[in-house]
């Protein structure tokens, strides 16, 4: 009999430890999720500089994908015709990588011919860069939305067309922590209010969306 009681009470010691370390996974699983949640620095749309807001259409700016045709006046063996990677670099002739997302056209040209300038390939050079194909947009659309995923977008899209290419919000989403974490030219995260979208206030409409952007909804 008392070998019994003692047994029962082992028993009750036991479940009492397992239900104790489970409460500690479960703690530590929710304070890692806390972890986990994207956080830190971050700047609002209206404090970007204009120009990585969104581009008149006389001041495109490329991006990754863009396929370019770079001539050098006069030297027809340094032409060529290349694609903007996802680093935002584009392989130019005899000048290899030159940094090329974020800029104009005429930006860009300038750049080249301030390259061959410098490394003594032309006596003042006259290159020109000309857009042969926009980039679609390929982004990932993460958090609280009702489909998260891998996305492809027509260029020039925004937010209004990604948040409705995704099914829009799930009813756990704080509407104002809408993220875009952009990569090029340097890692930045940006926040967006949804009211503004919707009422048309500050950039919230002009902003356009970059292959390589990830669109976060917390």
Known sequence: MFTRVKSTSSLRTIVHRRIAELCMVVLSLMASGCASTPSGKFVWLDDLPAGQIGSPADAYQTGPGDVLSVQVFNHPEMSVKSRIRLDGNLTVSFLGDVPAAGKTLSALAREIEKQLEARNLVVAPRATVVLDEVAQIKLSILGEVKTPGLYTLEAGSGLAE???????????????????????????????????????NGSALTFRLKTGDTMLIQ
């Open 162 to 200: 990604a948040l409705a290419t995704s099914g829009g919000f799930t009813e756990f989403a704080h509407r104002d922590q809408i993220y875009i974490i952009r990569r090029v030219p340097e890692l930045i995260r940006i926040r967006f209010r949804y009211a503004d979208l919707t009422a048309a």
